[in-house]
Structure formats: structure tokens, C-alpha cells
């Protein structure tokens, strides 16, 4: 796969899944409304996904290593990986209540991180060459810091305010 398709699809991936698991799960647990959560999923898959690619696109400009065609396939890479994944977590907010939703949004998210994670440690060319488990065990740390401190804002919101 192309290195700028690489780029895009992996930043769109990560970002779609944490930014859509942070809103959903402090959204969730502060207000346990469906609605709010899918307006703030669909929100997250439109308005965040154009911002990130135009971020994507402008790094990959500014980075002067690429060509106009490489820029805009990350930036259409980008756009589309976290519009994707981002309405994926649609699905467990519409067929179960919001709490077993939280979780099994949890659930997915933790898998589709954990499977980027090792084909990351698989690509020789991506220079992580020091194996599955510390790239995964990094990965999956990052994952649980930004869904705990999502859960802990959510919660604090719906204490105290």
C-alpha cells in the first residue's frame, strides 16, 4: 500500500476511533441521551473528518516531501477512514441502551486500535522493529489514558453540573 494512503488511513482510523469513543462516552455518561450521543457521532464523522484531512493536507504540504498527488490521496485517505470508522460506532448506540452501548463501543474500538497496532508492528518500512507487544502495550495504554479520562469528565459533569 502507498505511503501516503498508509498516512491517511491510520491517522483517520485512530482519530475516528478515539475522538468518536472520547465524545460518545462523556456524552453518554453525562446525559444517558441517545440523541445527544448520535448528533455528536454524526457531527464528529462530517465536520471532524473535514477538519483532520485539511490538517493532514496541510502537514503533508508543509512537510515539502511529497508530491500534489500524495497530499491529496492522504488527505482523501484521511477523510474517508474517519468518516468511516467514526460511523461505525453508530451501530451499538442504535441497537442496545446507552450504557451496554458504551461498552461494547469500548469493545470495538479497543479491537480496531489493537489490529492497526500489530500491522504497525508488522511493517519493516514503518521502522518499529521492536516487536508486537511493546508497540501494542503502547498503543492500548494511549487507548484506555483517553477513555478513562473521557469517562472521568463525563462523570464529573453529570455529578456536578
Given at each position: 500500500?502507498?505511503?501516503s494512503y498508509?498516512?491517511?488511513?491510520?491517522?483517520?482510523?485512530?482519530?475516528?476511533v478515539l475522538t468518536t469513543l472520547g465524545l460518545l462516552i462523556g456524552l453518554g455518561v453525562?446525559?444517558?441521551?441517545?440523541?445527544?450521543?448520535?448528533?455528536?457521532?454524526?457531527t464528529i464523522a462530517i465536520a471532524d473528518a473535514l477538519s483532520d484531512s485539511f490538517g493532514v493536507h496541510l502537514s503533508q504540504e508543509s512537510s515539502?516531501?511529497?508530491?500534489?498527488?500524495?497530499?491529496?490521496?492522504a488527505t482523501f485517505a484521511t477523510f474517508f477512514s474517519k468518516f468511516f470508522f467514526a460511523l461505525?460506532?453508530?451501530?451499538?448506540?442504535?441497537?442496545?441502551?446507552?450504557?451496554?452501548?458504551?461498552?461494547?463501543?469500548v469493545i470495538w474500538g479497543l479491537i480496531l486500535?489493537?489490529?492497526?497496532?500489530?500491522?504497525?508492528?508488522n511493517d519493516?518500512?514503518?521502522g518499529n522493529r521492536s516487536g508486537k507487544l511493546p508497540v501494542l502495550a503502547e498503543h492500548l495504554s494511549l487507548f484506555l489514558?483517553?477513555?478513562?479520562?473521557?469517562?472521568l469528565v463525563g462523570f464529573l459533569i453529570e455529578k456536578y453540573i
Open positions: 500500500m502507498k505511503k498508509k498516512a491517511g488511513i491510520s491517522f483517520g482510523l485512530v482519530s475516528g453525562s446525559t444517558q441521551s441517545k440523541v445527544a450521543v448520535i448528533g455528536g457521532i454524526l515539502g516531501d511529497n508530491t500534489q498527488k500524495q497530499v491529496w490521496e461505525t460506532f453508530l451501530i451499538p448506540i442504535l441497537i442496545f441502551n446507552i450504557n451496554l452501548a458504551l461498552i461494547v463501543s486500535i489493537s489490529v492497526l497496532s500489530l500491522l504497525i508492528s519493516e518500512e514503518g489514558l483517553i477513555v478513562g479520562l473521557s469517562y
